[in-house]
């Protein structure tokens, strides 16, 4: 397992950016893919951005696609997510996941570690 830790939430105005990062301890990053999940009050939690190990494969829920991007940096053990362009409906508590198989679209119920989420409000 992996401890992760995210952090770079926020409120910002629909239209601005933010950056979140996730930073990974103990067992080697680099073997985990890695996904952004995002829950809405009364909505279900879903993916929204997701990387596997190496970095090269992706994956962009529709809703976000062009605006979000998600990168990893493994010598330092730490996944991005960049958000640009940001609108109401991004409102959400942001969370950061482990899935210990090599994919870019993770499921949830794959990913053993999980971060505490961070929010991100976006004001219209």
């Known amino acids: 397992q992996v401890q992760l830790v995210e952090s770079g939430g926020g409120l910002v105005q629909a239209g601005g950016s933010l950056r979140l990062s996730c930073a990974a301890s103990?067992?080697?990053?680099?073997?985990?893919?890695m996904g952004w999940f995002r829950q809405a009050p009364g909505k279900e939690r879903e993916l929204v951005v997701g990387v596997n190990w190496s970095g090269r494969s992706t994956y962009y829920a529709d809703s976000v696609k062009g605006r979000f991007t998600i990168s990893r940096d493994n010598a330092k053990n730490t996944v991005y997510l960049q958000m640009n362009s940001l609108e109401p409906e991004d409102t959400a508590v942001y969370y950061c996941a482990a899935n210990q198989y090599d994919r870019g679209k993770s499921d949830d119920n794959e990913c053993g570690s999980w971060g505490q989420g961070t929010q991100i409000t976006v004001s219209s």
């Open positions: 103990g067992r080697a990053f680099s073997t985990y893919a």
